[in-house]
C-alpha cells in the first residue's frame, strides 16, 4: 500500500499540529510517503553461525531472528525490481549482495548500498552469519526512493557508500551530552553526504532528499532546519523509548511526520541513549502504479514490466544457486559488472 500524506489521519486528537503533522502506528513496513515508496526495518538477533554462514540452529520459530527466503543462510534470495531505487542502510551486521549484471558484494557495520534498479535487473541480498563465536546481530534499513518517469527506464547501476566516506556530526551541549548526526544523504548544517547514483531522484539537491541517522544522549538535543512547504519528512525511533518534539513525547510506537517548513527541536529527555532515523524529501508528484517488485506509473506499466520479465528475465542470471554469498572471510568489498573490485577506504 502506498500512503499520501493527505490519507493519513492523525491518531492524537488535540494535538498541536504545527510542526507535528502527523503520528501514525510504526507499523511495518513504515507508512512512508512520496517520493518514498516503502521502507522496512530488519533487526534480527541471530545466532552464532555455524560454520557455513548459517544460524547455528535451523528453526526460527519462537525466535527473534527469521530465514526470510534463505534456506542455509538467511536473506532474500533472487528477485526482480524495475521503477525505483533501494538504499540499504546496514547498521550492524552483514549482507552479501549480488545481481545479474555481475556484481557482487559484502557490506555492513555502517556500509550504505545505493543501487538504481531501473529499466529492471535481478538480485540476491543474502544475511551470512559469518562469527562462529559470537551472536550475529542485524539491523539494517531498506528504503525504497521512487524514480521520475523520465528516469524509471534507465540502465540499473549501484554504488558503495562505504561507512569510512559517511561524515558524521558530533555536538556537545554545556552538560556534555553529546548528539551525533550520520548524514547518509542530502546535507546537514553544511555537511553534504557522498553523491548517490547519478540518475537517483536525490542527484539533484533541490529535491531535499535526505536520510540521517541521529543518536541523542540522555538530554542531548538537535534542532533539525526549514526547508520548504512541500518537503516530506519523516523520524522513526528504533533504539530507545521516547523522544520530546517541541514538547510532544513520541514513543518506539509512533512514525511521525513533521512539518518541513519549520524549525524543529528534538530532546532526549529519558535516561537511556536514543537512536532514530529522520528521512525526508520533495515529492515527485506524480502517478505511483505499485505493485510486488515494481514502481511505475500506470498499471499497463506494471503489467508491461511482468511481461518484459518473463520474456527477458531482465538480462538473466548468472550465477549457480539463486542465494549466492561471498567466502567467509572475504571482508567488505564490492566487485562491479566491469570486473573492478573495490573495498572500504582506509581513513587515517
Known amino acids: ?198 540518475d537517483s531522484w536525490a542527484n539533484n539537491p533541490d529535491n531535499h532528499v535526505g536520510i540521517f541517522m541521529i543518536t541523542l544522549e540522555s538530554n542531548a538535543s538537535v534542532t533539525i532546519p526549514k526547508i520548504s512547504e512541500s518537503l516530506t519528512r519523516m523520524v522513526y525511533i528504533f533504539k530507545g523509548k521516547e523522544l520530546n518534539i517541541e514538547g510532544e513525547i513520541i514513543t518506539s510506537q509512533d512514525f511521525v511526520y513533521l512539518d518541513g517548513n519549520q524549525e524543529i527541536n528534538l530532546l532526549n529527555t529519558g535516561d537511556e541513549t536514543i537512536r532514530f532515523i529522520l528521512i525526508e524529501g520533495e515529492p515527485i508528484n506524480e502517478p505511483i502504479a505499485a505493485y510486488g517488485p515494481f514502481v511505475m506509473n500506470t498499471r499497463e506499466e506494471i503489467m508491461q514490466a511482468y511481461n518484459d520479465f518473463s520474456l527477458t528475465q531482465f538480462g538473466g542470471w548468472p550465477h549457480p544457486v539463486p542465494d549466492p554469498v561471498s567466502e567467509k572471510d572475504s571482508g567488505r568489498y564490492a566487485r562491479y559488472p566491469d570486473g573492478s573490485i573495490e573495498y572500504p577506504p582506509q581513513l587515517s
Open 1 to 198: 500500500m502506498v500512503h499520501t500524506i493527505d490519507s493519513l489521519i492523525p491518531i492524537r486528537k488535540g494535538l498541536d499540529m504545527s510542526k507535528i503533522k502527523k503520528i501514525l502506528p510504526a507499523t511495518l513496513p513504515l507508512p512512508v510517503s512520496d517520493p518514498f515508496i516503502f521502507t522496512m526495518h530488519h533487526e534480527d538477533f541471530y545466532p552464532r553461525g555455524d560454520g557455513h554462514m548459517g544460524p547455528v540452529s535451523r528453526s526460527d520459530e519462537g525466535s527473534k531472528w527469521r530465514m526470510y527466503y534463505g534456506e542455509t543462510v538467511p536473506g532474500f534470495p533472487v528477485h526482480p525490481h524495475r521503477g525505483f531505487e533501494t538504499i540499504t542502510v546496514v547498521d550492524t551486521g552483514f549482507v552479501d549482495h549480488t545481481d545479474g549484471l555481475g556484481s557482487m558484494g559484502r557490506y555492513g557495520d555502517g556500509d550504505v548500498q545505493w543501487m538504481t534498479a531501473g529499466k529492471g535487473l535481478q538480485h540476491a541480498e543474502m544475511f551470512p552469519l559469518v562469527h562462529d563465536d559470537k551472536e550475529n546481530t542485524l539491523n539494517l534499513f531498506q528504503i525504497w526512493l521512487n524514480l521520475p518517469q523520465k528516469n524509471k527506464m534507465v540502465d540499473a547501476n549501484y554504488k558503495m557508500v562505504w561507512n569510512e566516506q559517511i561524515p558524521v556530526i558530533e555536538q556537545e551541549n554545556k552538560e556534555g551530552a553529546k548528539t551525533l548526526i550520520r548524514v547518509i544523504s542530502g546535507s546537514f548544517e553544511g555537511t553534504q553526504a557522498p553523491s548517490p547514483t547519478s
